[in-house]
């Protein structure tokens, strides 16, 4: 079945750090990846996804590339803020199939 | 155009007692699925339903059972409650069964089973 394997946290950066969590997966075939961001008493939002290998998905300053041949898609932001903070949950779906979660990683933003 | 509505937010139940839960998917999205979030399990899938049929299922035991009705709305239910199914449920719906549709959730209904 689908896995996906997600940097630990929990991650602590100052605002205007660099950002990077990392997420590689395992799937059959050509699944779908996504980013969902989950903040402080809500439901999980989708935040980027991309569809096809060497896809670029971006938000709200947020990107990760589709890379097919090292089966990851890491989230990468240039400058973090406050607001940023929240558990950040890679995914890999195919269609409507059952999407298969990361255990999530806390990041934490300090002014 | 509204999100996905999840009633109630809250619910405190006691061991043995039967519990269910309503999911109002985006208009004019026919696909719902649920998960079960636990700070020690993560995110499971639990079911998904299309079009009033299951279409997959997972690793839960047969006390969880859902439904979808014609209008897409979709309910599940969890009897004989036991402590571990405190957690907080999640709905997300989806226009289609494609490959690029993602999933809309909802804010969830947090169970607390004492």
């Known amino acids: 079945g689908n896995s996906v394997t997600q940097m630990e946290g929990p991650v602590t950066l100052s605002e205007e750090a660099f950002l990077t969590i990392n997420c590689t997966y395992t799937a059959t075939g050509y699944p779908s990846l996504f980013w969902y961001v989950q903040y402080p008493g809500e439901g999980l939002q989708l935040l980027l996804k991309a569809t096809k290998a060497d896809d670029k998905g971006s938000n709200k300053g947020f990107e990760a590339t589709y890379r097919k041949e090292t089966t990851s898609f890491h989230l990468e932001k240039g400058s973090v803020q406050v607001s940023d903070s929240a558990v950040y949950f890679c995914a890999v779906g195919f269609g409507n199939e059952k999407l298969t979660f990361g255990t999530g990683t806390r990041l934490t933003i300090i002014p | 155009k509204a999100g996905v509505t999840q009633t109630p937010r809250y619910l405190i139940k006691t061991r043995g007692q039967q519990v269910t839960l309503s999911c109002s998917p985006i208009?004019?999205?026919?696909?719902v699925s649920w998960y079960q979030q636990t700070p020690g399990q993560g995110l499971q899938f639990l079911f998904e339903y299309f079009s009033e049929t299951q279409r997959n299922k997972g690793n839960f035991p047969g006390r969880f059972s859902g439904r979808q009705f014609s209008n897409s709305r979709s309910e599940m239910n969890v009897s004989t409650l036991e402590l571990g199914d405190s957690a907080l449920y999640l709905c997300a719906s989806s226009p289609d069964t494609s490959k690029n549709s993602p999933q809309y959730f909802g804010a969830g209904t947090r169970l607390s089973v004492l």
């Open positions: 208009s004019g999205h026919r696909s």
